[in-house]
């Protein structure tokens, strides 16, 4: 049996959606409310006691970690491969995953906890807000809960974070010139990877990502788009996410395969 306790098919919390899908995994879907700390609560802390989302459990084994759990998906499951089989293309994309884990990944979340957090806790008694700050286990993770909470999210980070987003764009630019997906001529992992974090990217910087100035990264958008094992995840979300999904694809002119 494969359950899958997680969030939106966004970010980190969307990649083994992704990929069982991509797989052709039937899984049991349990929805985390990250909006309403439950990865914190004391029932998830027994599946995951690092308060963190997703987590992958086959047969009563919990698999944490997003990156890692999607290669153990790959290597235990049939379906079609996520992994190049030659070392050159294994190791870009593996360079790919690590680049969206430690750069951009973190930049993103880092520019949506600054514009979320004075409208989301502005409003809530800083007790109790204190209170659930003392139920997340890793201290990282505290810090980054702490400065949404309190608004306390530096100026600093947040332009590092939009310094990084934009040099990546003409990197992608770049690389999907060499070849249709991040690690080679095949869909892979380091492509699950990148599009659940940025499958809007055109939607939320077009002057940066259109047609004309990104003409290779706009392909892949539409390669990545339109296939179904990606609109299958994606119509898993709630409103907010699916919405942009469905607002990309019209911009993009997908016909939706699954009814999204």
Not at 66 to 93: C, K, N, Q, V
Not at 209 to 225: A, G, I, K
Not at 250 to 259: K, Y
Request: a negative charge.
């Amino acid at each position: 049996m494969v359950e899958v306790y997680t969030w939106e098919p966004n970010s980190n919390a969307g990649k083994p959606l992704l990929c069982l899908k991509e797989k052709g995994v039937e899984f049991v879907y349990h929805y985390v409310d990250i909006g309403r700390r439950e990865q914190h609560s004391p029932e998830y802390l027994k599946i995951n006691p690092n308060g963190t989302v997703p987590t992958l459990v086959h047969d009563g084994v919990s698999f944490t970690e997003s990156t890692p759990a999607m290669e153990y998906i790959d290597e235990a499951f049939e379906g079609p491969p996520l992994r190049p089989t030659d070392p050159h293309l294994l190791w870009r994309m593996r360079k790919w995953c690590r680049f969206m884990d430690a750069s951009l990944c973190p930049a993103f979340a880092m520019i949506a906890s600054h514009a979320l957090a004075s409208a989301r806790f502005s409003q809530q008694d800083p007790d109790e807000l204190r209170r659930a700050l003392d139920r997340v286990p890793l201290p990282e993770r505290k810090r980054s809960w702490s400065m949404q909470m309190f608004n306390r999210v530096p100026k600093a980070e947040v332009a590092e974070s939009a310094r990084r987003i934009e040099a990546a764009i003409p990197v992608y630019e770049a690389a999907l010139g060499e070849y249709p997906y991040l690690a080679g001529p095949e869909y892979s992992l380091a492509d699950i990877n990148a599009f659940c974090t940025i499958y809007a990217l055109p939607l939320q910087r077009p002057e940066q990502v259109n047609r004309e100035r990104t003409p290779n990264f706009m392909d892949w958008y539409r390669r990545c788009h339109e296939r179904p094992a990606i609109q299958e995840a994606f119509a898993l979300g709630h409103d907010w996410v699916a919405g942009r999904v469905r607002e990309m694809r019209r911009l993009l002119g997908i016909e939706s395969v699954c009814g999204g």
